[in-house]
């Protein structure tokens, strides 16, 4: 199915704009991050009433929709952002636009949030934008928030290669959401522009219609992992999930005898993801939180116990018989 054939299908209206007028947005509930970039974007662009969200969470979210009367609700930033839009905008059955000011994660569109309750994040329902605005001025200067966003994308083949685990033993999933989550990963590894990326993150996100399982598996359980245990807002979201990625597919490789016929072959799984991430320019970056001071390789011990009930790797190979010491000193090395 083509590309915009997928978009008219969910009624979802995409527009590119290269320059910074967001005129359209007036009079909308604007959701952003509470750094000073967006913010400082929307008032250097006339705007007053908006609500910034120190963090994507349940509470956050609650308290802005308790302020929100009926008018279209925007998500205007980052992940954070969009993601607490996407809540409220599903719990007063609003309309939704996206505008992400950069390509930072695939989560643009898809029909989930990721938000914090308590200590514990969680990936919850939501509901598709009725538009999403991309700003290539914005994007094109985007830096290592662009790296992050191709990272994220990158690690849609190590969540397809833990379904090929979880069919093994019986489980069932859609071969068209794997499709799209392998073609988002194709087209970034082939995209020329910001358009080019932009469709990438999009069909990721479509890939996570039903589930987030076809773009998210064990790489994003190290992302969750290390985001509570070094990150501090340190990394990206999409960094974090690129370390994850280096790391269980040189678990993947390290335990290919008892990791056997799957989507891609065990044994040189890690190599050929290296090789990937190094075309893109990401491995370096994705690197960068293994050697933080305050990473240790015993910290890993405990993926296992992120999120058991989807079925992964860490399923598998108990996180607390592994090595990671050596599992780390690989990867760098």
Not at 119 to 136: D, G, H, N, Q, V
Request: glycine residues 6%.
């Amino acid at each position: 199915m083509k590309f915009e054939e997928l978009l008219d299908e969910r009624r979802i209206e995409l527009k590119y704009v290269n320059d910074n007028n967001f005129d359209e947005l007036k009079g909308k509930a604007i959701i952003t991050n509470k750094g000073s970039f967006t913010r400082n974007l929307l008032l250097n662009l006339g705007f007053e009433d908006f609500h910034p969200v120190s963090e994507a969470s349940i509470e956050e979210a609650e308290q802005i929709k308790n302020l929100i009367k009926e008018r279209d609700i925007v998500g205007f930033g980052g992940g954070k952002a969009i993601d607490v839009a996407k809540k409220i905008a599903s719990d007063l059955n609003l309309n939704l636009i996206s505008v992400p000011t950069a390509p930072s994660h695939d989560g643009l569109i898809s029909k989930n949030c990721s938000l914090y309750k308590g200590s514990k994040r969680e990936t919850i329902p939501a509901k598709y934008p009725r538009k999403i605005i991309i700003p290539l001025n914005l994007w094109k200067n985007s830096g290592n928030l662009k790296k992050a966003g191709i990272c994220d994308l990158i690690s849609n083949l190590i969540a397809l290669q833990d379904l090929s685990l979880a069919e093994k033993r019986g489980e069932q999933f859609s071969e068209f959401y794997k499709k799209l989550s392998f073609e988002s990963v194709e087209k970034v590894l082939n995209c020329r522009d910001e358009k080019e990326l932009a469709e990438s993150l999009i069909l990721s996100g479509l890939a996570m219609e039903e589930t987030s399982r076809y773009c998210s598996g064990s790489e994003h359980e190290v992302e969750r992992l290390l985001e509570n245990k070094i990150n501090e807002g340190k990394y990206l979201h999409g960094q974090l999930a690129g370390t994850g990625i280096l790391i269980s597919a040189k678990v993947y490789s390290l335990y290919s005898d008892k990791l056997k016929d799957l989507r891609f072959g065990s044994e040189n799984f890690f190599e050929y993801i290296r090789n990937l991430m190094k075309k893109k320019d990401v491995y370096n970056f994705a690197i960068l939180p293994l050697l933080d001071e305050k990473f240790k390789p015993e910290i890993l011990k405990e993926v296992s116990e992120v999120r058991p009930e989807r079925f992964t790797l860490w399923n598998v190979v108990d996180s607390k018989k592994i090595d990671f010491e050596r599992v780390i000193n690989e990867i760098i090395g």
